[in-house]
């Protein structure tokens, strides 16, 4: 199982990225994936994930961020738009077959697999 990350960047306020998360070893549809960031001094967070048909946004990022699947590429996009200064963190995707995914709740567990996470700057 590997996850590769990527789209980070610097952006304005307000502006919008991209981030990747390309997978290999399993297949996306059939597993849950979830974007998590850790921003200085603070712990790692669930933003946004995916299993089945289930979705989680964290409530600063709902309206504003979008998690999808890309099955011909075997990738999980997340849509990051409206950015904000306190968005700025290193971005990190996740996968794990025993995690718990609804509406409100995005849990891992320490058998998830993580990709090496990249960094999104929000500044003027």
């Known amino acids: 199982v590997q996850l590769q990350a990527s789209g980070g960047g610097w952006v304005r306020p307000g502006g919008s990225l991209r981030l990747s998360c390309a997978a290999s070893g399993f297949t996306v549809e059939d597993q849950a994936i979830g974007w998590f960031r850790q921003a200085p001094g603070k712990s790692r967070e669930a933003i946004a994930c995916?299993?089945?048909?289930?979705?989680y946004y964290e409530e600063s990022v709902k309206g504003r961020f979008t998690i999808s699947r890309d099955n011909t590429k075997n990738t999980v996009i997340l849509e990051m738009n409206e950015l904000k200064a306190e968005d700025t963190a290193i971005y990190y995707c996740?996968?794990?077959?025993?995690?718990?995914?609804?509406?409100?709740?995005?849990?891992?567990?320490?058998?998830?697999?993580w990709g090496q996470g990249t960094l999104v700057t929000v500044s003027s």
């Open positions: 995916v299993k089945g048909r289930d979705t």
């Open positions: 996740a996968t794990d077959r025993s995690s718990l995914v609804r509406p409100r709740i995005c849990l891992f567990t320490e058998d998830a697999s």
